[in-house]
């Protein structure tokens, strides 16, 4: 039988290793949910960056078809230009070409002298010919007219003979009145019906005199009417040449007057559609400035948003990374279980009470170490002012700040980088901080005076420390030797003394010592791991 006392140490012991068995559990999964948060977290960023470089190539390639097609266009547009201008040239140059031959031949005296001389030889051609023509035709008509004129002279003539003869006979064979008489009586028949024959013959052959001399006379008439008529129409062919001749004149001048006013408005067409083409191109190349300069003002705020985000992000990583190391500070260090029995576990209360009480604690020891720090830093200055030194021996755990070379002095190279070749020192600082502080860091958040992850820019007593650092002090004040340690959650700015070293914790002071010596160490060759405090 068990007794009582071994029954509660058998179930103390088995509480104790179950409790044991739930903290190692719960650690594991912590350490697992750590271990997930991480992986987790390096996704996010792995995604982020993927994101960045896509939207970056995305917008480099949408510049790149805008700056393109805007090329394109304008390449389409000269050619269509040129082709229009080229095919108005042509056309221009034959017109030009055409109207420069008609003005030679115009302006030419002798071609002018030559073309007149021309015209005016076809025109007294022309009129010898007609006048030789009518010439000719009143030659006929006179020689018909002469013709008829003697055929009626003839007729005349014999008529008059035959008259003349048969009075003659009268006269010969004149018989008696009573013959006659009788005769007469005898021949009244015959002779009435001659006589009458006789009158009708000679009054037809009057008819036909009366009529051949009215159409002689009426020809002669038409002959000299024709005369004139062709002597007025050669008059008004004379006066038409001459009205020709000053209306050619005048239409020369007209056309020069109109290829004059044509080359003007060609010339100022062409100006216009010049100065059109360059408004175009001016107003293409404004559209290809302000694309480019709403691509570089997006790039730019996104570039702004990506590093606000960044800078938020780090904060927040700073702050996460400030809460841990405050948790753990606050986190009781024993790992040991205690005893509820001998020391009753602590209400929510208590443990607030105690982290409060921690922390004003800490404060106060800031606060003193500040002042304290103050005090060795005007004893410091005092002590180089009256040495009349300006510059100390560096060292890895600390840091030198000094005020800008374009106000001061020229920074002051490290016993390390004075000991270094000219291209070991010219690759060390090509290596080293972008900023003209004289940290020689290898990377820009590494930077004291330059980074956001700067200690000056975060925990106690910040906004001193950066007023402190960027107060522009004499030459011989402006530097001043400093460690940054980070413990419990919080920042230590210590000055090289023994008495800012004994106000620390001893906890503190045993790390202190103990990376003094990891340094020493790797001074000597004995490799070198990363410390809270190097660089910070």
Known sequence: MLTSHETFVGQFMKNSERRSVYKQIKDLVKKAQAVARKELEQRRQRLQAKLVLENKLYQEEFAENVKSRIDEDIRKRKDNLIEIKSERDRRDKEFLQEMNIKRELEDCYEIREALTRRDMLQVKEAQLE???????????????????????????????????????????????????????????????????????????????????????????????????????????????????????????????????????????????????????????????????????LEVKRKAKLAKLYYAE??????????????????RPRTKIIENRFVHPEKSKAELLAEQRKGREELDHQLAENARLQAEEEEKVAEQYIADQKDHLPTHPNWLIYQCPNKNFAVQRVSSEVQRLSKSEVKLERENACIEPCGCFARLPNDCVNHSYLSPLKRGPNADQKLRNTTLC?????????????????????????????????????????????????????????PLIGDGQ
């Open 130 to 296: 007609q006048i030789t023509e009518n010439q000719r035709v009143l030659i006929r008509q006179r020689q018909t007219d002469e013709y008829w004129r003697k055929v009626c002279d003839t007729r005349a003539r014999h008529y008059e003979k035959q008259l003349e003869n048969e009075q003659r006979l009268l006269e010969i064979y004149k018989p008696t009145r009573a013959e006659v008489w009788m005769s007469k009586s005898h021949c009244t028949s015959t002779s009435v019906a001659r006589a009458a024959e006789d009158a009708i013959y000679r009054k037809e052959l009057l008819d036909m005199i009366a009529e051949k001399k009215a159409k002689r006379e009426g020809e002669e008439c038409d002959r000299i009417e024709e005369h004139r008529k062709l002597m007025r129409e050669i008059a008004s062919e004379q006066q038409d040449h001459s009205a020709a001749l000053v209306r050619r004149k005048r239409a020369v001048y007209k056309a020069t007057m109109e290829y004059i006013d044509y080359a003007r408005r060609l010339h100022k067409l062409e100006e216009d559609a010049q100065a059109a083409r360059y408004a175009r191109i001016d107003d293409l190349r404004h559209v290809d400035i302000c694309t480019k300069s709403n691509l570089a």
């Open 313 to 330: 992000l780090r904060r927040q990583m700073c702050d996460e990374y400030e809460r841990r190391l405050r948790e753990v500070h606050e």
């Open 473 to 529: 002090l004499p030459r011989e004040a402006c530097e001043h030797t400093i460690w940054w340690y980070a413990y419990g959650g919080s920042l230590y700015c210590i000055a090289k003394s023994e008495m800012s070293m004994s106000l620390l914790p001893s906890d503190l002071q045993s790390s202190m010592k103990n990376e003094q010596n990891r340094f020493n160490n790797r001074q000597n060759g004995y490799g070198h791991q």
